[in-house]
């Protein structure tokens, strides 16, 4: 979504948090989100985009495509101009295994980097896996737009711990499919049940929900709030394509295509980015983010 705002024109608490799941890989992965957004201002958005994509990272062009072909197939024009794309991460979690997490944040986008005010909003959510050489790249990039401030672009210290958790590793296929089995099943009970009844039961306590033209709601009561004041009697139907699941089996997160209907009229469709955690043994949804489609 951050690379959306720059090729085809991406209330949150000001205080940045994490949970120190794994200290060290989390801290790690903080500083390439933070050298990700520097790399785009000192070079531009594309660069730093290519740079910093995994092989098989996704961008949504509108579809899910590979981040890295997509954009040698779409050069960007040649402009005077010096396009900013700006973000800073204010919230991030890892898996246990410290081998994949997230990251998000407010950005804002300037025609020129000379212009006086930004000409967007809105916030971003990454996706983060560690690679076999050991860098970190991002696997997805999905994001909203909203009219107003996210915050200021503050730069973000984790605090800096050295234990390092123990875990027993799981199956990462057999977990992924079931993942994936998990949120075809949300997508039932959405279709059965409607959209805030079926976030109440399977969204942990301190969700974060993410819709177009909105601020971030940050914790199921708000959530559902916003849910409950945004038109609740639509229709909503999903379409699971692929996720991932951390080594530890405590993190994942599953993507795919969403419609809204209206009297059987389709009023909004686009992806969906959905990331899960796994809570007393169940998984529950951590941060849902819908960006429409033109």
Not at 11 to 27: D, E, F, R, W, Y
Not at 35 to 45: D, H, P, Q, R, Y
Not at 216 to 229: K, M, R, S, Y
Request: hydrophobic content about 40%; glycine content about 8%.
């Amino acid at each position: 979504m951050k690379l959306l705002s720059f090729l085809v024109l991406l209330v949150i608490s000001p205080m940045a948090l994490a949970q120190q799941s794994n200290p060290s890989a989390l801290k790690e992965m903080v500083e390439t989100e933070q050298a990700f957004s520097k790399t785009a201002e000192v070079k531009n958005t594309r660069d730093a985009f290519m740079e910093f994509i995994a092989d098989d990272g996704l961008l949504f062009r509108p579809a899910a495509v590979n981040g890295k072909k997509w954009m040698n197939e779409h050069p960007v024009s040649l402009s005077d101009k010096h396009p900013l794309l700006a973000w800073q991460p204010v919230f991030a979690q890892m898996a246990i295994a410290g081998d994949l997490g997230f990251t998000t944040g407010p950005w804002e986008f300037k025609a020129d980097i000379k212009d006086a005010k930004p000409a967007g909003y809105g916030h971003f959510v990454t996706l983060w896996k560690k690679q076999p050489d050991g860098a970190w790249r991002f696997v997805v990039d999905l994001g909203i737009s909203h009219p107003e401030s996210g915050g200021p672009l503050n730069i973000w210290t984790p605090e800096s711990q050295t234990s390092e958790p123990k875990f027993k590793p799981v199956d990462v296929e057999k977990a992924k499919s079931f993942l994936m089995l998990r949120d075809g099943v949300y997508a039932g009970d959405v279709a059965k049940l409607g959209l805030k009844r079926a976030f109440q039961i399977y969204a942990g306590k301190d969700a974060r929900l993410y819709v177009p033209d909105h601020l971030p709601c940050i914790g199921l009561d708000a959530a559902l709030t916003n849910l409950e004041q945004t038109r609740p009697n639509l229709a909503v139907s999903y379409r699971p394509v692929s996720g991932d699941v951390s080594r530890s089996g405590d993190l994942g997160y599953t993507h795919g295509t969403y419609e809204k209907k209206d009297s059987d009229k389709i009023t909004e469709h686009g992806n969906y980015l959905r990331i899960w955690q796994k809570q007393r043994n169940a998984w529950r949804i951590v941060l849902d983010v819908t960006n429409p489609v033109p």
